[in-house]
């Protein structure tokens, strides 16, 4: 059974910092992608940033350069460092992990991803 629990979600300050993590079981953690997406209210999903097996990364152009994904093979966690936070950044983030077909690819594309953690509350206040 797949699990993506997260944690570190909370109220901050504009202009502050938080860190997400994601911890995974049931999947081959070393051998996929991972992403992280967020939901707004009355939003769609969007795709915040995203880690290959081999480290490469991909980030929305609204958090590019404020944002950081990395993983921890031996831990099975994968975590989302959030820097120079704006209101704008508040939403409903979410662990997701894809498909199987999916695994050892770049998944920038919800659909291609199966697997979705609870999600953590980020509020920014401004």
């Known amino acids: 059974q797949v699990q993506l629990v997260e944690s570190g979600g909370g109220l901050v300050q504009a202009g502050g910092s938080l860190r997400l993590s994601c911890a995974a079981s049931?999947?081959?953690?070393?051998?996929?992608?991972m992403g992280w997406y967020r939901q707004a209210p009355g939003k769609q999903r969007e795709l915040v940033a995203f880690i290959s097996v081999g480290g490469f990364t991909l980030f929305a152009d609204s958090v590019r350069d404020r944002f950081t994904i990395f993983r921890d093979n031996a831990q099975k966690t994968v975590s989302l460092r959030m820097n120079s936070l704006k209101p704008e950044d508040t939403a409903v983030y979410y662990c997701?992990?894809?498909?199987?077909?999916?695994?050892?690819?770049?998944?920038?594309?919800?659909?291609?991803?199966?697997?979705w953690g609870q999600g953590t509350q980020v509020t920014v206040s401004s």
């Open positions: 997701a992990a894809p498909k199987p077909p999916w695994w050892g690819r770049i998944a920038s594309d919800a659909r291609a991803y199966e697997y």
């Open positions: 049931g999947i081959p953690f070393s051998s996929t992608g």
